[in-house]
């Protein structure tokens, strides 16, 4: 029995392995899981913020709101109020400090390649989650196994002594 420990062309025969090196594997599988695991949640959490991004900005483009008070964040508990002056001209935070002017449509197009870029790598992150799971998964029934092959070869053992004093 083989399985992938990684990445899709690093194969480990688990079968030549001792109980030991198992469980290393096996516990390096897990926090390689928890990671996976922390990064989808990330890139979900990310996706929801794009999404209400989008919806934000639409209901902006299908109402009224010029000279609309609306209150601007400064921080993320700090606001000020503010008037919607031009409501089609949009400040749009491209990268970590990074901004720039767009308009209404060119800023849901920018969040809707940026929603299917977050998508797709969630999809990755989703299915790099199902083979660390059948990772872990094969390593448990193997070590299982080693667990019942060593019990056995002790029974043997006690048996065979067993055997041995009776006939003594």
């Known amino acids: 029995m083989s399985s992938s420990a ?8 688990l079968d030549t392995m001792s109980l030991e090196q198992l469980n290393q594997v096996k ?12 990064r989808f949640s990330q890139l979900r959490s990310a996706a929801s913020r794009i999404s209400a ?10 109402q ?13 508990s700090v ?3 503010g008037i ?7 400040l749009v935070e491209l990268g970590t400090g990074y901004f720039c002017e767009k308009s209404a ?11 299917r870029l977050v998508d797709a790598n969630s999809n990755n992150v989703a299915t790099a989650v199902q083979a660390t799971r059948q990772n872990i998964e094969s ?23 067993s055997a041995q004093a009776l006939e003594n």
């Open 6 to 13: 990684g990445a899709p062309d690093r194969t480990i025969s």
């Open 27 to 38: 516990q390096q599988e897990e926090g390689r899981l928890q990671a996976l695991a922390e």
């Open 53 to 62: 991004s989008t919806h934000a900005v639409k209901e902006l483009q299908g």
């Open 64 to 76: 009224e709101t010029e000279g609309r008070p609306v209150l601007v964040p400064l921080t993320d």
């Open 79 to 81: 606001y000020v109020p």
């Open 84 to 90: 919607i002056r031009t409501p089609n001209n949009l």
């Open 105 to 115: 449509r060119e800023t849901v197009e920018f969040l809707d390649r940026k929603q």
């Open 139 to 161: 390593v448990g029934t193997t070590m299982q196994g080693k667990i019942l092959e060593i019990r056995a070869k002790q029974e043997g053992q006690r048996h065979r002594a």
